[in-house]
C-alpha cells in the first residue's frame, strides 16, 4: 500500500512562489511515475505536472517538478503564482497509463491548499 502526504500549501499573494512537497512510502519509490494535480471546487480534477517533463500548458514555464529518489519525495515549484492557480492540490503515484490522465493514478494524497490573492 502507497502512502502520499502532501505539505507546503498556504496563502500566497499573485506573484509570489510556493512550493509543495510529497512524502511517498509503502512501496520501492524508483517504480512509480508521479504527478501533480490540482481541483477547484465544481470541476474535474486537472492534471499539473508529471514525470518530471510534463506540464499542462497552463502552469508551463512557472512550475517545476522534480523527484529524489533517496529521500521518496518529489516537489513542485511554484513561481510567478496567479488567482487562477488556487486549487487543492494532489500528488498521485501510477505504474502504467499515460502521464495527463487522473484514472491512470492509483494513489492519491490527501491534498493541500493553495491560495493565490490577487
Known amino acids: 500500500q502507497v502512502q502520499l502526504v502532501e505539505s507546503g500549501g498556504g496563502l500566497v499573494q499573485a506573484g509570489g512562489s510556493l512550493r509543495l512537497s510529497c512524502a511517498f512510502s509503502?512501496?520501492?519509490?524508483?517504480?512509480?511515475?508521479m504527478g501533480w494535480f490540482r481541483q477547484v471546487p465544481g470541476k474535474q480534477r486537472e492534471f499539473v505536472a508529471g514525470s518530471n517533463i510534463y506540464y499542462a500548458e497552463a502552469v508551463k514555464g512557472r512550475f517545476t517538478i522534480s523527484r529524489d529518489n533517496a529521500k521518496n519525495t518529489v516537489t513542485l515549484q511554484m513561481n510567478s503564482l496567479k488567482p487562477e492557480d488556487t486549487a487543492v492540490y494532489y500528488c498521485?503515484?501510477?505504474?502504467?497509463?499515460?502521464?495527463?490522465?487522473?484514472?491512470?493514478?492509483?494513489?492519491w494524497g490527501q491534498g493541500t491548499q493553495v491560495t493565490v490573492s490577487s
Open positions: 498521485a503515484a501510477r505504474r502504467g497509463g499515460v502521464y495527463y490522465a487522473a484514472s491512470s493514478y492509483e494513489y
Open positions: 509503502g512501496r520501492t519509490f524508483s517504480m512509480w511515475s
